[in-house]
């Protein structure tokens, strides 16, 4: 707006709660509404309207009785009003609906000219009061409320050295000579409570002096222009943000405790009536690709992040949200791309965006589009805006398929309808389906691009490894195979039946199988032969044949590579794989993904330096020679905090690689407590079946190993004893597979 409006609508608000600079900070509703008509041309003012809002009696918790003798106070203090006009409404639709049409009657009875805007002694009583509470009670705003003048900012055009923020009604009147008759007690640069509720009266006088103000800046020799007027955002704009932009720390905030299933126009709603940069809604997600309840939102300028730090601990339903200070390189982090494709995907706006998880690996954009719509149920049919061009399926850096997809309709009743179809069957697999932001595909894409081959532990907690350097040197002898994709119920016969005749190239003890945190096979597999030519030969004639499972209906194609045994032990200690890291040796700890196996005790204890359970001599008697995979027992060095001296816990048992008798070279052993009878080592041993047979099971796992008959074996449901009536070594060893 360029040109000087005709009118101008001083308004003033008060709610039940704080006033002053902390009015609407504390989610309290609004009780009064006061307003006068300017007219600019004939520098006029009109008379003084007063609305009072009843309160919801359904938040109130006084008795009946209470309620009763409120309303007569409240008669008497609207008999006691200096207002021309009081009304009074039931509830806050009702005020917004009487409001716009006594102002319309009056501007009409005017005739002077139609274009009239607000005019408010600073941006809180729009921005912090009308448009917060009506979008928690889902309530239409009148248009007239999405633009005002600040009468501050107007008033420091003429006066550029008064501080904007410590700017009132009070020192503008007393700049330009203006009688108030107002007590001094209420003047909000001596008051003394800020928190404190306006008293009846107040508003009135507010408004009041605010018109005077209005006519003394139209005035001679003034003679000030109101042409520029702040707009409140009607409508969250989605778009995406590059990592190389630059955004301003003192306009981001951080959101927290955001229910699971909210969206970013969830979030905008929640922060009404302050202007949000486009695509600045940014929804966090876990290290599992979930949303974690947090959100970092970027405004366009300081002044709207301060008023949302006032909105800490509000509402959005019935959980309450804490907002803080973040910082543009934390927004940049979650927000930012730099993939062309995300940015070509999400040029088109008005789109809603759907999330795809648990999409087969070999799903087509063919398979998604009919998904949507089949042609046998034309009622829940949700085209796909764009055709092929609306699908996006996120891969790994190498190409391969990550089972998530973000797909786009044109509104929001396509979306709905998609979303309707939550966990039906593409395939062989449910699909799930949430709602997603532009900000969310962004994030998703930029995980998957830097993510390594293996998933591993999420804390890396470098303190618990051995200072040894565990990254594969180069050059290495790759006789190794490791397999990828294994159906999860896959067993070492399957494996075996799979390899065919490479199974007579197998080591003695050399398929070891990889399980994740919670002791689960993760569908890795690394199988040690002979000779490095046999692995190379295994992996070309083997590579994507498909793999049958006998306890299960389940078949998946195997993903077959050459690597070496260094690899093999960094990974099945918790580290990773990359192409890059592998192929270019790059040294670098910090690149490596490295983390490792799970502590089972918060790291915060130390002991002293343990002597080796057993002679380098007793160790190589126990332990045959297996090529680099030979290793003698021997302590873990001090200063590496695993678990406490007392606890029933000596052996660093690793979860990714307990397979005996060889083991990578990072495995210590701790000696038994002085308690124990003999010298010996505890083994623990987790994820025992429920419907195994104790210790008979327990003693057949153990042919080969020299235990003491007197001690006792854990078992899954409680201590059992077990007694070895020969008390020497087990015979008839087993081949050992790490599962």
């Known amino acids: 707006m360029t040109a000087q409006v005709d009118y101008l609508v001083v308004v003033f608000t008060a709610t039940s709660g704080a006033s002053g600079e902390l009015l609407g900070s504390d989610e309290k509703e609004l009780e009064q509404l006061v307003w006068q008509l300017v007219d600019v041309k004939n520098k006029t003012l ?58 319309t009657n009056e501007v009409n009875s005017t005739g002077a000219g139609t274009s009239v805007c607000l005019c408010t002694d600073g941006p809180l009583h729009i921005r912090q009061v009308i448009h917060p509470e009506a979008a928690s009670k889902n309530i239409l705003v009148p248009d007239c409320f999405y633009s005002f003048f600040d009468l501050r900012k107007e008033f420091k055009k003429h006066f550029p050295t008064s501080d904007l923020k410590a700017l009132n009604v009070h020192i503008m009147a007393d700049s330009l000579s203006i009688p108030v008759d107002v007590p001094a007690m209420w003047d909000p640069s001596t008051t003394q409570d800020p928190s404190a509720i306006l008293p009846a009266g107040i508003a009135v006088q507010q408004v009041q002096v605010m ?12 003679s000030h222009t109101f042409s520029t007027h702040e707009r409140v955002s009607e409508k969250f704009e989605t778009g995406t943000c590059s990592k190389m932009e630059k955004v301003c720390d003192n306009t981001v905030i951080r959101a927290r405790g955001l229910p699971w299933q909210s969206s970013d126009q969830d979030i905008a709603r929640f922060f009404r009536g302050l202007n ?23 405004f366009v300028s300081e002044e709207h992040r301060d008023l949302a730090l006032q909105r800490h601990k509000h509402h959005m339903g019935n959980r309450y949200i804490e907002v803080y200070k973040a910082s543009g390189e934390d927004f940049l982090k979650i927000a930012g791309g730099t993939s062309n494709e995300v940015a070509i995907f999400l040029s088109r706006e008005d789109q809603i965006i759907v999330r795809m998880r648990g999409l087969p690996f070999t799903a087509t954009h063919e398979q998604v589009l009919t998904f949507f719509s089949p042609e ?103 006789d190794c195979l490791r397999l990828r994709g294994l159906p999860y ?60 499972s006998q306890r299960g209906a389940n078949s998946r194609y195997v993903e077959v590579f050459p690597c070496s045994t260094e690899e093999m032990g960094l990974v099945l200690m918790g580290g990773s794989l990359s192409h890059i890291h592998t192929h270019a040796h790059i040294r670098s700890r910090s690149g490596t993904g490295l983390s490792p196996p799970p502590c089972l005790s918060p790291p915060s204890y130390s002991f002293a330096p343990a002597p080796p359970v057993m002679s380098a001599e007793a160790a190589a008697a126990l332990y045959p020679p297996i090529g680099q995979m030979l290793l003698a027992p021997r302590p873990l060095p001090p200063g590496h905090a695993y678990y406490p001296a007392s606890a029933q816990l000596y052996m660093n048992y690793a979860a990714y690689y307990p397979s005996p008798p060889g083991s990578p070279n990072t495995v210590g052993f701790f000696p038994s407590p002085a308690s124990l009878s003999s010298p010996g080592g505890l083994m623990r ?25 007197e001690d006792a074996l854990m078992h899954a449901h409680g201590p059992l004893h077990a007694h070895d009536p020969t008390g020497t070594l087990l015979t008839q060893p087993k081949e050992w597979v790490c599962i």
Do not use: W
């Open 376 to 478: 046998e149920d034309l009622k829940e049919t949700c085209p796909v805006s764009g055709g092929k061009d609306g699908i996006l399926f996120v891969r790994y850096p190498d190409g391969r398929p990550t089972g998530d997809a973000f797909v786009l309709f044109a509104c929001e009743e396509h979306a709905q309808c998609a979303l309707r179809k939550h966990k039906e069957i593409l395939g062989r697999r449910y699909i799930e389906l949430f709602k997603s932001t532009a900000a969310e595909v962004q994030q998703v894409l930029n995980r998957y691009s830097s993510a390594p081959l293996i998933s591993v532990a999420p804390a890396p907690l470098v303190s618990m490894l051995p200072q040894l350097s565990l990254l594969p040197p180069p050059g290495s002898m790759r």
């Open 276 to 298: 949000i940069a486009k695509g600045g809604a940014a929804l966090c997600l876990n290290a599992q690709g979930r949303r974690n309840g947090e959100a970092l939102v970027r």
């Open 46 to 103: 009109g008379k003084v309207n007063e609305l009072l809002i009843k309160p919801d009696l359904s938040d109130l918790t006084e008795e009946k009785e209470e309620e009763e003798d409120g309303v007569e106070e409240s008669v008497e203090e609207e008999n006691r009003s200096q207002a021309d006009n009081v009304s009074t409404a039931t509830s806050l639709e009702t005020a917004f609906n009487l409001f716009h049409l006594q102002l």
């Open 489 to 548: 119920t896959a067993s070492i016969e399957d494996i075996l039946t799979f390899l065919g005749e490479f199974t007579h190239d197998i080591r003695p003890h050399g398929v070891h199988m990889v399980l994740n945190q919670q002791a689960r096979p993760s569908g890795d597999c690394f199988i040690q032969l002979t000779s490095a030519e046999r692995a190379i030969q295994a992996s070309q004639r083997l590579h994507k044949h498909v793999m049958s």
């Open 685 to 709: 041993m987790p994820g025992l079946t429920y419907n195994s047979n104790g210790v008979k099971d327990l003693i057949n796992a153990m042919q080969g190993y020299q235990y003491a008959p």
């Open 211 to 222: 018109g005077s103000i209005v006519l003394a800046l139209l005035s001679e020799p003034l």
